[in-house]
């Protein structure tokens, strides 16, 4: 919950100075629900597309003041559902999340489905259950063909800064990867688990994110605070650029 219409058309501004088009690298920015439908005129679609950051599960009705995925279809690639404040502060489930997860795609939005233990539940050896927990209900609406369509953003509330976290190692991330793979595979089969793409959210800045970007079977990264920064944003961007140009050279 950052910046005015006029404050986010400027960072928009600032980013589209910075960041070059990239054949491989897919950018998405999320703004308030305010301003998506002007930045929605003022982005450069050869960058950028568009993501909101929360919708209301019913595509219309007598719901005040909520936004619908259905109103939000000509405007947005991506919506993000079931980010850890959205069930810390405002009591979404998994049930509810499920629910938003069937109408962003009923609605041909992608979904970023965020999934992630607390520091209490990761100390108590539960993070596999609650991934196990949050995935098999999030996704039990959706056919394999749908799954291997979404996104699945890992996101640790232990490393959240919001929440006073802490860096998560490489190898701690891979690990829940892994096992959101393997869950997925589980549930919809090899080509459903290949195909999905896995991002990691958690205190990620422009120093940080190459060395997530490298573990192997992460996609991408969903960036927090960083995001309305443009000189981090614009360098998470650049070093997912370098790390593709290494490859390719490599």
Aim: with cysteine.
């Amino acid at each position: 919950m950052h910046l005015n219409a006029s404050q986010a058309s400027w960072l928009l501004h600032r980013l589209h100075e910075r960041i070059k088009i990239y054949r491989h690298i897919e950018v998405v920015l999320a703004p308030s629900m305010l301003v998506l439908q002007p930045l929605s005129l003022q982005i450069d679609r050869r960058k950028f597309r568009l993501a909101a950051q929360n919708a209301f599960a019913k595509d219309e009705g007598a719901f005040t003041g909520e936004v619908s995925f259905t109103m939000l279809r000509d405007l947005v690639h991506y919506v993000i559902i079931g980010h850890s404040e959205r069930r810390l502060y405002f009591n979404e489930d998994d049930d509810l999340i499920r629910d938003k997860v069937a109408a962003c795609v009923r609605n041909e939005i992608t979904p970023i489905l965020c999934v992630g233990e607390t520091k209490q539940e990761r100390r108590a050896g539960e993070t596999k259950r609650v991934l196990h927990d949050q995935l098999t209900t999030a996704l039990s609406n959706l056919t394999g063909a749908e799954v291997q369509d979404t996104v699945i953003a890992y996101e640790p509330v232990w490393a959240i800064s919001t929440f006073d976290g802490e860096l998560a190692k490489p190898h701690e991330v891979k690990e829940s990867m892994d096992f959101i793979r393997h869950q997925i595979k589980e549930l919809y089969g090899p080509k459903a688990a290949k195909r999905v793409r896995v991002l990691y959210g958690g205190s990620v800045d422009d120093q940080i994110a190459r060395g997530y970007l490298e573990i192997e079977g992460c996609d991408g990264v969903l960036v927090g605070g960083a995001s309305i920064n443009y000189h981090k944003f614009s360098g998470i961007v650049a070093s997912a650029q370098r790390l593709l140009q290494d490859e390719i050279e490599g």
